[in-house]
């Protein structure tokens, strides 16, 4: 893949949907959208091809980047497109970016209340951890919060929620009930 060839009449074009200011230039054309419905970078059609607005600015102002590497923010900000905002590394580069700014978690979630599909709280596992020690049942929790009944047994379990430390003694693994009194499954005939 080559880098980025344009023509005068499509920098001209680019420019027109940049709002300049003191601090970020925003990119006010078309944007990229995540499949969640959240808009990111800004995209830019350049000779039937679509780019990313920050990287095409990037090109225009310092000349075409090499494709393997990544037009990264200094400002955090995926719609700028201010070129002294911008700077050329790798993905390892961008991604140490990001941690050391205390934006993302790499191949993990953050524990607890701070993940992003978190349904409960850590007063909600103390308290489930309670019940369930006290021999409430996973179904009667999971019907209380409002969520599946094996997902209260990993709460319950200490599967999930390691970082909550226990306030009782955890609970022994219950064990199966046989209802049939024929352990193997086969018939005693």
């Not at 990229?32 to 095409?56: E, I, M, Q």
């Not at 075409?64 to 590394?89: W, Y």
Request: proline share 5%; hydrophobic share 35%.
């Amino acid at each position: 893949m080559t880098g980025i060839t344009w023509r005068d009449q499509d920098v001209i074009r680019f420019w027109k949907r940049v709002l300049k200011s003191d601090g970020c230039w925003t990119y006010t054309g078309a944007r990229l959208r995540k499949k969640n419905g959240d808009y990111t970078y800004g995209s830019f059609g350049v000779r039937k091809r679509r780019v990313l607005a920050h990287r095409f600015a990037y090109a225009i102002t310092y000349g075409s980047p090499d494709p393997a590497l990544k037009v990264c923010h200094q400002c955090d900000n995926p719609i700028c497109v201010r070129p002294d905002h911008l700077f050329i590394g790798t993905q390892r580069d961008n991604l140490r970016d990001m941690r050391q700014k205390g934006r993302g978690y790499i191949n993990a979630y953050p524990p607890g209340e701070k993940h992003p599909k978190a349904k409960i709280g850590i007063a909600d596992v103390h308290v489930i951890r309670r019940d369930f020690a006290a021999g409430v049942s996973v179904y009667r929790l999971a019907a209380r919060y409002g969520i599946h009944y094996s997902t209260i047994h990993d709460v319950a379990t200490g599967k999930t929620w390691k970082s909550v430390p226990w306030e009782i003694e955890r609970p022994a693994p219950r064990s199966r009930v046989v209802r049939s009194g024929l352990a193997s499954g086969k018939d005693s005939m």
